[in-house]
T-cell receptor, first 114, second 110 residues
Framework: DQQVKQNSPSLSVQEGRISILNCDYTNSMFDYFLWYKKYPAEGPTFLISISSIKDKNEDGRFTVFLNKSAKHLSLHIVPSQPGDSAVYFCAARYYGGSQGNLIFGKGTKLSVKP | EADIYQTPRYLVIGTGKKITLECSQTMGHDKMYWYQQDPGMELHLIHYSYGVNSTEKGDLSSESTVSRIRTEHFPLTLESARPSHTSQYLC?????????FGPGTRLTVT
């Protein structure tokens, strides 16, 4: 049973527009949520994180929103650029669990069209 | 940002061979991890370590083994490779909740 779900396998966006990637989770004991970006044949790169006590965190073009009551988080990329085309993974850390182990979603492949 | 290295990047090997995937990090992180990932799927944790001489199995059952004799080094070994082991193997390290990943090893067992 998946605890972190990314229900959209793919997303296509025009360059300059907003990309919104979504993630749902089931475990209320998660204390940190992270987004990673992955290019083919490379390892994931950490993008941005948010603590469960916050509802928003911003870093340049990337903003993550957390809605705890809905157990939902989203990553907004504004403006989207062709170089943003990659697979984006949502991950969550279980508080009190095995000292920082992360649980990952299946990823959403973002394509940004020029 | 952590510097973490994996070798080889690509490996094609025959069934029954013993292989060792190397992972090293230069940031002095105590925690290190091995994940397995197939296209379109989530990363599955197969091994982790919280420090020297500490290793644990992850959520996904794996026939591989690991060792942690030095802080910076966390190799993964498959005693007898099988086609079902074909996958991408990702190593990561962390000091807190953020994990930093190496470039991965794409393993193909024929």
């Amino acid at each position: 049973d998946q605890q972190v779900k990314q229900n959209s396998p793919s997303l296509s966006v025009q360059e300059g527009r907003i990309s919104i990637l979504n993630c749902d989770y089931t475990n209320s004991m998660f204390d940190y949520f992270l987004w990673y970006k992955k290019y083919p044949a490379e390892g994931p790169t950490f993008l941005i994180s948010i603590s469960s006590i916050k509802d928003k965190n911003e870093d340049g073009r990337f903003t993550v929103f957390l809605n705890k009551s809905a157990k939902h988080l989203s990553l907004h990329i504004v403006p989207s650029q062709p170089g943003d085309s990659a697979v984006y993974f949502c991950a969550a850390r279980y508080y009190g669990g095995s000292q920082g182990n992360l649980i990952f979603g299946k990823g959403t492949k973002l394509s940004v069209k020029p | 940002e952590a510097d973490i290295y994996q070798t080889p990047r690509y490996l094609v090997i025959g069934t029954g061979k013993k292989i060792t995937l190397e992972c090293s990090q230069t940031m002095g992180h105590d925690k290190m991890y091995w994940y397995q990932q197939d296209p379109g799927m989530e990363l599955h944790l197969i091994h982790y370590s919280y420090g020297v001489n500490s290793t644990e199995k992850g959520d996904l059952s794996s026939e591989s083994t690991v060792s942690r004799i030095r802080t910076e080094h966390f190799p993964l070994t498959l005693e007898s490779a099988r086609p079902s082991h074909t996958s991408q193997y990702l190593c990561a390290s962390s000091a807190s909740y953020e994990q930093y990943f190496g470039p991965g090893t794409r393993l193909t067992v024929t």
